[in-house]
């Protein structure tokens, strides 16, 4: 049973295409992040944001841009996609107190030709 | 830097047999601790968070243990439906990233 959704689930897309990728929770969390993950590697960080109209770069450079114009959505856009954008995008929620963690989807795996 | 080493990269165990995964890490002041599963094609499931050395948690065969340099991650008699990718994560104070180790895969053979 998924909180956190994100669509597409998969995407083969030509180069210098726009793409956005969608991710949306209903826990109503405040903090949403981005995830790049390549395969037998490292989660890395890309983009966060603490709430509404709050949005943060993360560790990993990224020619990627995010919006969040309402608490439950945190769509990330790529303007001209490129075969080295190719990997998997996870979006994750987290909410605080006792019960702190960090809530993934099931990812978009991106594919750039 | 903050840094989150796992090992063994891969483990292949019988069903039943029990095992520890490790996971070493240097972080700049600890906030928490982080175990997920992920299985292939899918985001990381949530296991457990620990907070402090001595710490443990446990869920149906997995018991999670903190020190102030490495956690482990004991499975007690595994079933094949175990089999996955289990991801260990640290968070430090004043930083909103986790910083995630390339994890363990477990395979379970019946």
Redesign the interface.
Known sequence: EADIYQTPRYLVIGTGKKITLECSQTMGHDKMYWYQQDPGMELHLIHYSYGVNSTEKGDLSSESTVSRIRTEHFPLTLESARPSHTSQYLCASSEGGRQWRYTFGSGTRLTVV | EDQ?TQSPEALRLQEGESSSLNCSYTVSGLR?L?W?RQDP??????LF?LYSAGEEKEKERLKATLTKKESFLHITAPKPEDSATY?C?VQAYGN???????GTRLTIIP
Not at chain 2, 41 to 46: A, H, M, N, R
Not at chain 2, 96 to 102: C, M, N, Q, S
């Open positions: 989150v928490g982080f997920y094609g899918k985001g990381p499931e949530f968070t991801l994560a909103e990233k986790l910083t995630f180790g390339t």
